[in-house]
T-cell receptor, first 114, second 114 residues
Framework: SQKIEQNSEALNIQEGKTATLTCNYT??????LQWYRQDPGRGPVFLLL???NEKEKRKERLKVTFDTTLKQSLFHITASQPADSATYLC?????????????WGLGTSLAVNP | NAGVTQTPKFQVLKTGQSMTLQCAQD?????MSWYRQDPGMGLRLIHY???????DQGEVPNGYNVSRSTTEDFPLRLLSAAPSQTSVYFC?????????????FGSGTRLTVV
């Protein structure tokens, strides 16, 4: 069956370190993989999108990698700050580009300690 | 630029009541959608629209109706509320019908059905 998995355990790191979050998927052929940030009581906020033919995408302190062989995306936050504390969601669109097939992970909670 | 606006932010309904959750966007996005978010279930697509006059079902459409008479508005109607519809509802829009630019979410409506 199709599945998308993120680390269910919260990630706690020290300020200034690099946070790395994982998104694994099975039985999909994703066209795009997206990362969002969600704060308590708020809607998800779009961060980065990476296409199936891209290996890496960067935006300021954020970096996303995409390995279609391993069926995995890694999301990195460098020089992390307490303000980066939130839940991070990954979502993928299958190769048909059908919005009905946008599949979401459950998210990983990140806490950056000062 | 308001983005995606949802109203109300909170609502309590009695079983059997009906109500409409409002969603409006001012970005001229063709694609709009409704999600519900439940603990342990993640974001699940209820209904979506790729343009005015066009709607389609998502993963969990039962008990909900939508219409899209204008590009800006995409209301979600609960026909006869049930406790199983207690959830947080998010409206999301995108300039692309294939999701290749990410999605803009509203701040959500927290609905409790008693």
């Amino acid at each position: 069956s199709q599945k998308i998995e993120q680390n269910s355990e919260a990630l706690n790191i020290q300020e200034g370190k690099t946070a790395t979050l994982t998104c694994n998927y099975t039985n999909y052929s994703p066209a795009y993989l997206q990362w969002y940030r969600q704060d308590p009581g708020r809607g998800p906020v779009f961060l980065l999108l990476i296409r199936e033919n891209e290996k890496e995408k960067r935006k300021e302190r954020l970096k996303v990698t995409f390995d279609t062989t391993l069926k995995q995306s890694l999301f990195h936050i460098t020089a992390s700050q307490p303000a980066d504390s939130a839940t991070y969601l990954c979502a993928l669109t299958d190769n048909a580009g059908n919005n009905r097939k946008l599949i979401w992970g459950l998210g990983t909670s990140l806490a950056v300690n000062p | 630029n308001a983005g995606v606006t949802q109203t109300p932010k909170f609502q309590v309904l009695k079983t059997g009541q009906s109500m409409t959750l409002q969603c409006a966007q001012d970005m001229n996005h063709e694609y709009m959608s409704w999600y519900r978010q439940d603990p342990g279930m993640g974001l699940r697509l209820i209904h979506y629209s790729v343009g005015a006059g066009i709607t389609d079902q998502g993963e969990v459409p039962n008990g909900y109706n939508v219409s899209r008479s204008t590009t800006e508005d995409f209301p979600l109607r609960l026909l006869s509320a049930a406790p199983s519809q207690t959830s947080v509802y998010f409206c999301a829009s995108s300039s692309s019908t294939t999701g290749r630019y990410g999605y803009t979410f509203g701040s959500g409506t927290r609905l409790t059905v008693v």
